[in-house]
């Protein structure tokens, strides 16, 4: 149980593109989702907070004008990176979870690389 | 502000030669500690959760602890498919969200 289903897994675009990422929770219903980015041998940095029908709360320093997130149902969750530029290329990662007291369960992530 | 250290960065051990890694927290008031393996390109997969100072869980050759300052992962008698990032992470009674460690890279060699 408690599967998260994330696509697409590698994305490479040219700059300028808006790209958009798609977290699923496939076999129970989140009230929140999680997005992070990830660098290199780095751990997890979490850029927002989703919670559905509701407007995504940002980290300090995340661009919520750059990085747009929905929460449409209980079973989704959308991350677009609008007019992504090289220092956008990353690996993006989201979880969910059923309530506060329960574990994340996480993606397998997205590749995102920018030209 | 919460705050997570793991440590070592990275270990390398021989296979059946069994270790622990650290993972050091601030918080204020702790809802849960958690631990996640991950492997390259991958995301996080779940471990385990430790609620409160002395609480113990298991899996197959893992086990955490955890105390009013620090949780332990330890692994005994390890085999090379040990060998991933484990990630330690903490959620404090006043978040919703979770701090994460840099993680413990961990290689085990036949």
């Known amino acids: 149980g408690a599967v998260v289903s994330q696509h697409p897994s590698w994305v490479i675009c040219k700059s300028g593109t808006s790209v958009k990422i798609e977290c699923r929770s496939l076999?129970?219903?989140?009230?929140?989702m999680f997005w992070y980015r990830q660098f290199p041998k780095q751990s997890l940095m979490l850029m927002a907070t989703?919670?559905?029908?509701?407007?995504?709360?940002?980290e300090q320093g995340v661009e919520k004008d750059k990085f747009l997130i929905n929460h449409a149902s209980l079973t989704l969750s959308t991350l677009t990176v609008t007019s992504a530029h090289p220092e956008d290329s990353s690996f993006y990662i989201c979880?969910?979870?059923?309530?506060?007291?329960?574990?994340?369960?996480f993606g397998d992530g997205t590749r995102l690389s920018i030209l | 502000e919460d705050q997570v250290t793991q440590s070592p960065e990275a270990l390398r051990l021989q296979e059946g030669e069994s270790s622990s890694l650290n993972c050091s927290y601030t918080?204020?008031?702790?809802?849960?500690l958690f631990w996640y393996r991950q492997d390259p390109g991958k995301g996080p997969e779940f471990l385990f959760t430790?609620?409160?100072a002395g609480e113990e869980k298991e899996k197959e050759r893992l086990k955490a602890t955890l105390t009013k300052k620090e949780s332990f992962l330890h692994i005994t008698a390890p085999k090379p498919e040990d060998s991933a990032t484990y990630l330690c992470?903490?959620?404090?009674?006043?978040?919703?969200?979770?701090?994460f460690g840099a993680g413990t890279r961990l290689t085990v060699k036949p």
């Open positions: 989703s919670n559905e029908g509701s407007k995504a709360t940002y």
């Open positions: 918080v204020s008031g702790l809802r849960g």
């Open positions: 979880s969910a979870s059923i309530s506060r007291n329960q574990p994340q369960h």
């Open positions: 992470a903490v959620q404090g009674v006043d978040n919703n969200d979770m701090r």
């Open positions: 430790l609620y409160s």
């Open positions: 076999d129970f219903q989140a009230t929140t």
